[in-house]
Nanobody, 120 residues
């Protein structure tokens, strides 16, 4: 089992920055990929960025490339999302996810989410 707790959300103005954190606990040694997702009202949850356990392979959604940076501190069991130049369309609940391989499949664990609101 893996437990995830997000923090760092809030209300900011367009152009400002926020840093989200996702603290993992439990069977953290088994975590492979961790990712940040977001869900805006009335929209499907979408992948924003993810990172492997080694931190060497990242993915970013086109809408956040050049503005968001995902990183991972394995010593602190924490993943971060640095969000710069925020836009109103970045407003959403942000969730972190951890994937744990299990044979041919993987088990996914989710945090409770943290609200990010960007005003224009």
């Amino acid at each position: 089992q893996v437990q995830l707790v997000e923090s760092g959300g809030g209300l900011v103005q367009a152009g400002e920055s926020l840093r989200l954190s996702c603290a993992a606990s439990g069977s953290i040694f088994s975590i492979n990929v961790m990712g940040w997702y977001r869900q805006a009202p009335g929209k499907q949850r979408e992948l924003v960025a993810d990172i492997t356990s080694s931190g060497t392979l990242n993915y970013y959604a086109n809408s956040v490339k050049g503005r968001f940076t995902v990183s991972r501190d394995n010593a602190k069991n924490t993943m971060y999302l640095q969000m710069n130049s925020l836009k109103p369309e970045d407003t959403a609940v942000y969730y972190c996810k951890a994937s744990v391989p299990s044979g041919l499949f993987s088990s996914d664990y989710w945090g409770q989410g943290t609200q990010v609101t960007v005003s224009s």
